[in-house]
Antibody, heavy 121, light 107 residues
Framework: EVHLVESGGGIVRPGGSLRLSCAGSGFTFDDYGMSWVRQGPGKGLEWVSG????????GYADSVKGRFTISRDNAKNSLYLQMNSLRAEDTALYYC??????????????WGQGTLVTVSS | AIRMTQSPSSFSASTGDRVTITCRASQGVGSYLAWYQQKPGRAPKLLISAASTLQSGVPSRFSGSGSGTDFTLTISCLQSEDFATYYCQQYYTYPRTFGQGTKVEIK
């Protein structure tokens, strides 16, 4: 059974940094691209970032480009999101999601339960 | 970035109704369009990929159609468990983008 578990969320001051992690199990991790999607309180879904199976291709939402960095460690079955220069509008529940395959032009088919990031002074 | 616009943003319906949600892309995305269902406090669930391919285990009352810039999600006979928020998403290119969501509420 596919299992995704996010961690690393918390409360951080504006301008601060946070690193999210996502541990995958129940599937061959390096056979799949991965994504981060967030949802602000009472808001819709916002795709944040994606990475292909080997880390050779990455993408970012305009709202986080230059501040967030996605990476993966296939030996550890783990996905990461380094978030710098955090703003109040980054406050959200951050989901890790598995893409359907290795390529970037596939949808996400499995999701974790999310980790909450709160940016507040 | 490609902008995805859903309509309506919300509406009320009754069990048994046929409902249709539309999604329009600001530029062509081929058939690289997915529909997700989200219930309160839950992670999104993939219903349809490639604009019209139903995911395994999703009831056949759900269907999708369209290509290019205009897409629809249809629920042929609304059930109580279908009251939720629905999102379209293009995965044609990075950055992937979601529609703003359509909340289906009980009338």
């Amino acid at each position: 059974e596919v299992h995704l578990v996010e961690s690393g969320g918390g409360i951080v001051r504006p301008g601060g940094s946070l690193r999210l992690s996502c541990a995958g199990s129940g599937f061959t991790f390096d056979d799949y691209g991965m994504s981060w999607v967030r949802q602000g309180p009472g808001k819709g879904l916002e795709w944040v970032s994606g990475i292909n199976w080997n880390g050779g291709s990455t993408g970012y939402a305009d709202s986080v480009k230059g501040r967030f960095t996605i990476s993966r460690d296939n030996a550890k079955n783990s996905l990461y999101l380094q978030m710098n220069s955090l703003r109040a509008e980054d406050t959200a529940l951050y989901y890790c999601a598995r893409d359907r395959g290795r390529l970037t032009s596939v949808p996400a088919d499995y999701w974790g339960q999310g980790t909450l990031v709160t940016v507040s002074s | 970035a490609i902008r995805m616009t859903q309509s309506p943003s919300s509406f009320s319906a009754s069990t048994g109704d046929r409902v249709t949600i539309t999604c329009r892309a600001s530029q062509g995305v081929g058939s690289y369009l997915a529909w997700y269902q989200q219930k309160p406090g839950r992670a999104p669930k993939l219903l349809i990929s490639a604009a019209s391919t139903l995911q395994s285990g999703v009831p056949s009352r759900f269907s999708g159609s369209g290509s290019g810039t205009d897409f629809t999600l249809t629920i042929s006979c609304l059930q109580s468990e279908d009251f939720a928020t629905y999102y379209c998403q293009q995965y044609y290119t990075y950055p992937r983008t979601f529609g703003q969501g359509t909340k289906v509420e009980i009338k």
